[in-house]
């Protein structure tokens, strides 16, 4: 099994900043994407940012120019540096891991169990 950890969310106000990590451990042979994901409040989950094991990232446009994905393939970590933040980026964030096993023979998709983040107007 692979666990994820989140760590890092809170409150603060628009035009603030907050750096959100997750950390995974477990039976990793090695991770391929890692990414975020955020619900807001009465709304389906959605891809804020991913990052391949080759550090290719992908934002959703509303993110773009403010947040920031970055990972340690050593340490099996990855953060998420969020700047200029907006009272619509409030909501839950949830890591996502997509673990390779087995000799790297196998994969599976893991996630977090979430951290809150709320940014007031």
């Known amino acids: 099994q692979v666990q994820l950890v989140e760590s890092g969310g809170g409150m603060v106000q628009a035009g603030g900043s907050l750096r959100l990590s997750c950390a995974a451990s477990g039976r990793i042979f090695s991770i391929n994407e890692m990414s975020w994901y955020r619900q807001a409040p009465g709304k389906q989950r959605e891809l804020a940012a991913t990052?391949?094991?080759?550090?290719?990232?992908v934002y959703a446009d509303s993110v773009k120019g403010r947040f920031t994905i970055s990972r340690d393939n050593g340490e099996d970590t990855v953060d998420l540096q969020m700047n200029n933040l907006k009272p619509e980026d409030t909501g839950v964030y949830y890591c996502r891991a997509d673990v390779a096993y087995g000799g790297g023979y196998y994969t599976e998709d893991y996630w977090g169990n979430g951290t809150l983040v709320t940014v007031s107007a």
């Open positions: 990052i391949t094991s080759g550090g290719g990232t």
